[in-house]
């Protein structure tokens, strides 16, 4: 079955720092998400991209980050001068059509920021 | 603002019984309620989603109730078995259609 990969598992910063995460969704998706959970807290939207712009952003999802999606495959989540309050799990998700609940999520990334 | 919340942060069940985990939405202009289920360490997982002009859907062990009236979600699981442990996030999807808000979140605990 084909599912919504992530790399890096686990990523160690220094605050300040920029980091990329990246995500492979789904082959025939065509809408990308990402989301971000702090430890024992909800799951929080930032962002939502088709056809290779931002469809919608959450109050979260300021100047500090960006998406992109440099290849065919590929969905990347950069946070610039990260702080200690991005230490979180953020989670990619894609789907095939907007609007419905049927998102695939990958595992995440666990964001640390020192 | 948009917010979606649930009553009850945890619930306990005894394995076979019938669970049912309740959810307030604030938006009346939503078009999707979804419920996922996380469990420890791993991203949201799909379980089934009802649009607004539903009242009731029906999965695989697995219900789905909206009332529009008072905005309110439930979702009911059948037998509910061990493997059913899990933290349950209603969610909505605005009218929009690219933003999901999640609620707080309920754990279930099955007891065998």
């Known amino acids: 079955e084909p599912e919504v990969t992530q790399t890096p598992s686990h990523q160690v910063t220094q605050m300040g720092q920029e980091v990329i995460l990246r995500c492979v969704p789904i082959s025939n998706h065509l809408y990308f998400y990402w989301y971000r959970q702090i430890l024992g807290q909800k799951v929080e939207f930032l962002v939502s991209f088709y056809n290779n712009e931002i469809s919608e952003k959450s109050e979260i999802f300021d100047d500090q980050f960006s998406v992109e999606r440099p290849d065919g495959s590929n969905f990347t989540l950069k946070i610039r001068s990260t702080k200690l309050e991005d230490s979180a799990m953020y989670f990619c998700?894609?789907?095939?059509?907007w609007g419905s609940g049927t998102q695939y999520f990958g595992p995440g990334t666990r964001l640390l920021v020192l | 603002g948009e917010s979606v919340g649930l009553h009850l942060p945890t619930l306990s069940v005894q394995e076979g019984d019938n669970s049912i985990i309740n959810c307030a939405y604030s938006?009346?202009?939503?078009?999707?309620f979804i419920w996922y289920k996380q469990e420890s360490g791993k991203g949201p997982q799909f379980i089934i989603d009802i649009r607004s002009n539903m009242d009731k859907r029906q999965g695989q062990r697995v219900t789905v109730l909206l009332n529009k009236t008072v905005k309110h979600l439930s979702l009911q699981i059948a037998a509910t078995q061990p493997g059913d442990s899990a933290v349950y996030f209603c969610?909505?999807?605005?009218?929009?259609?690219?933003?999901?808000?999640f609620g707080a979140g309920t754990r279930l605990f099955v007891k065998a």
């Open positions: 969610a909505e999807t605005g009218s929009g259609g690219f933003k999901t808000i």
């Open positions: 938006n009346s202009a939503s078009d999707y």
């Open positions: 998700a894609s789907s095939t059509i």
